[in-house]
């Protein structure tokens, strides 16, 4: 809302004088800024927020079913070993995605850093290795899903090693958190193609790229928890 | 504020806001570091097959450890404004009342299926 606005219709400028829904509008589009952050990174944080329940909610859906089942719990520790040049090493592929989706938040976080700097190709070519990291984690998701369903057996509705539930709160936990990978890979390329062209530049603001590093790191937090509780518990 | 405060010099705002996040190199790479080790860690915690309260408790640590050093420094949380930190930080604790009700229902339904279910 600008200067003329408000000497037209002196009502908007206090709220609550204005009844009904365009007092609503007025209200919420009155010149006010609560967050001292560009509106960008807030409502990203809001978003984060709303994710955060629901990522809480399937674990905690997860917990409830794996307290309140009779049939015994299939132990992670053995379902995701890989057999290694005959070694059979516990949880091995799990502990690589772990690796690779720590180092993608590093170079996510200096790409972050090198944006603030005006630093256009080195900012593109750490988004562009955070992506690719992105996407090596996802594929190897892929492969774990494929010997999970293919060799092991593993079905949303049961499996053979024990409690049924472990399918379905597995498929779910891993596969909406998949998803929010590769959306964020896509989101990376976009940002960081952006960042190339220099977009950002011309706008004179790189948050654009620190809001992109939010989700990231967002993406990379939830696995923390994930593999606490999914994979080690 | 149509000129809002993402558009204006990343110079200026990073006095005036905390809207632009500048910090040495030498923290990310410091907190890169420490998330490698704790990784590494609760791995081990796997690998060396500990069991019962040493292996929640350490597990717990570990998690813990990892989220507060990502949400501190990574999504520079350490630096933003007291009012952006409540209103993100402070509604997921309703969750922890949510994980508890539902850890009591599990236990109820449990040992309900146990009387019921397995003779």
Known sequence: MNQSALAENPSLAAPGATPGLRGVVADWSADKQAFAAPWGKAMMWIFLLSDTFVFTCFLTSYMNVRISTTEPWPNASEVFA????????????????????????????????????????????????????????????????????????????????GAAQFGSTFFMITGFHGLHVSAGVVYLIVVAMRVLSGFYDRKGAYETVEVAGLYWHFVDLVWVFIFAFFYLW | MDRAVGDSYPEQHAQAHAGGQ??????????????????????????????????????????????????????????????????????????????????????????????????
């Open chain 2, 22 to 119: 500048q910090h040495p190199i030498r923290i990310y790479l410091w907190i890169w570091g420490l998330l490698f080790v704790f990784s590494t860690l609760s791995y081990m915690v796997d690998y060396y097959q500990l069991q019962g309260v040493l292996r929640w408790t350490l597990i717990i640590v570990f998690m813990l450890a990892k989220a507060t050093f990502i949400v501190a420094v990574f999504m520079h949380m350490a630096w933003e404004r007291l009012a952006l930190k409540l209103v993100i930080l402070g509604p997921p604790l309703a969750l922890l009342v949510l994980i508890a009700l539902m850890a009591i229902e599990g236990d109820y339904t449990f040992l309900t299926r146990v009387a019921s279910f397995v003779s």
């Open chain 1, 82 to 161: 890989l057999a290694v040049g005959g070694a059979h090493i516990p949880l091995l592929l799990i502990a690589i995605m772990t690796f690779v989706l720590i180092t993608s938040s590093g170079t996510m976080a200096m790409a972050v850093n090198f944006g603030y700097r005006r630093d256009r190709k080195r900012t593109a070519r750490l988004l562009f290795a955070t992506a690719a990291l992105g996407l090596t984690f996802v594929g190897m998701q892929a492969f774990e899903w494929t010997k999970l369903i293919v060799e092991e057996g593993v079905r949303p509705w049961g499996n053979p090693m």
